[in-house]
């Protein structure tokens, strides 16, 4: 049960319709990170929020976003080296060294690469801290993961409830 009244809508959905000024907000900012330019494609984005939203053991996020990564036909393969940035900003951004960001360089990370994936890290665990922290609840059934992640795919986070 959350720790606030929201309307019966699982995680961020929830706390997006039940506070509709934060909530526009905080769309349009998943919007310009997932789908918005960017060297990375929509579906290594979704993986990257996907993976850092498994490492803060936020479930309904790991979820969807592994679910929309898979809608979209995501692929981490040749992501190993930004997945390792995304975890080190994940726990502790002042532990991304300069080999780290030279890996990725290696592996034809630019300068943009480099910034969408620490951007999109550090906005993830800032979604999963305020769905966790508000105890939003989870999809009755975990089917409606992959039912919401066509939406996702298809639609993108400007109109986020299902």
Do not use: W
């Not at 498994?54 to 809608?71: D, I, P, W």
């Amino acid at each position: 049960m959350p720790h606030i009244d929201l309307p019966p809508l699982p995680g961020i959905a929830g706390l997006l319709a039940g506070y509709p000024d934060t909530g526009d907000l905080l769309g349009r900012l998943g919007e310009a990170l997932l789908r918005g330019p960017s060297p990375l494609t929509p579906a290594q984005r979704e993986t990257i929020a996907a993976a850092v939203s498994r490492g803060n053991e936020c479930t309904y996020c790991a979820e969807t976003h592994g679910a929309v990564a898979r809608e979209l036909g995501g692929d981490a393969a040749g992501m190993e080296a930004l997945l390792a940035i995304a975890e080190k900003v994940r726990v502790d951004g002042r532990s991304v060294t300069a080999e780290d960001v030279a890996r990725a360089r290696e592996a034809g990370a630019d300068d943009r690469t480099i910034h969408d994936t620490v951007l999109i890290a550090a906005a993830f665990s800032m979604f999963n801290r305020y769905v966790d922290g508000l105890a939003t609840t989870l999809p009755a059934e975990s089917a409606q993961y992959a039912e919401r992640a066509r939406t996702l795919a298809t639609r993108g986070y400007l109109n986020p409830r299902p």
